[in-house]
């Protein structure tokens, strides 16, 4: 089974900044089978980035995605209120095998 | 449009089972698989588990999850379920269905999410 690994586990910055999360693969995941995702207190998770780089539909270009084999990162530019929430990567690794990492929380400064 | 719709908040005694069902509407629902997806207080995702709508494979459990989750599905009313028995404290949490598009392999719609709370 493939263990992601986000760091940091919290980030702490004002908006207007850029926040850069990383997601960290224990073995090498195809990129085609990375996504990230958004949740919000009390919401269900949403659909941010797929296939690493893809934005979802609706999702401001200010979020990029990025990597390859072990190593993949979300970007967010420009930071809006509505941004802070908690960030989760998500891989497939065959064998119907899927897998998260714990998270990142993006909180205000 | 799409919608994922979960029933209720259960409450449950430790030993005993609880059934969460999922609807569909908005799209065709033998083309999209569903999984379940859940999350202890405080905590991350976890995986659970997938169900093609349409029949056959893939539908599998997580090896954690196996022998105890049973996941179903009813075409007439676009229904998924997923039942999880033997239940103790550390299955409290909330239990999302999550829809893919056949092997994309991530989860574009989610439900709003069942909170199963396990106590004597």
């Known amino acids: 089974e493939i263990v992601l690994t986000q760091s940091p586990g919290t980030l702490s910055l004002s908006p207007g900044e850029r926040a850069t999360l990383s997601c960290r693969a224990s073995q090498s995941v195809n990129s085609r089978f990375l996504a990230w995702y958004q949740q919000k207190p009390g919401q269900a998770p949403r659909l941010l980035i797929y296939a690493t780089s893809s934005r979802a539909t609706g999702i401001p270009d200010r979020f990029s995605g990025s990597g390859s084999g072990t190593d993949f990162t979300l970007t967010i530019n420009r930071l809006e209120p509505e941004d802070f929430a908690v960030y989760h990567c998500q891989q497939y690794g065959g064998s119907t095998l899927y897998t998260f990492g714990q998270g990142t929380k993006l909180e205000i400064k | 449009q799409v919608r994922l719709v979960q029933s209720g908040a259960e409450v449950k005694k430790p030993g005993a089972s609880v059934k969460v069902s999922c609807v569909a509407s908005?799209?065709?629902?033998?083309?999209?698989?569903i999984h379940w997806v859940r999350q202890a207080p405080g905590q991350g995702l976890e995986w659970m588990g997938i169900i093609n709508p349409g029949g056959g494979n893939p539908t599998h459990n997580a090896q954690k999850f196996q022998g105890r989750v049973t996941m179903t599905r009813d075409t007439s009313t676009s229904t998924v379920y997923m039942e999880l028995s033997s239940l103790t404290s550390e299955d409290t949490a909330i239990y999302y269905c999550?829809?893919?598009?056949?092997?994309?392999?991530?989860?574009?719609?989610w439900g709003q999410g069942t909170l199963v709370t396990v106590s004597s």
């Open positions: 908005g799209y065709i629902f033998t083309a999209y698989y």
């Open positions: 999550a829809r893919e598009l056949r092997q994309t392999c991530y989860f574009d719609y």
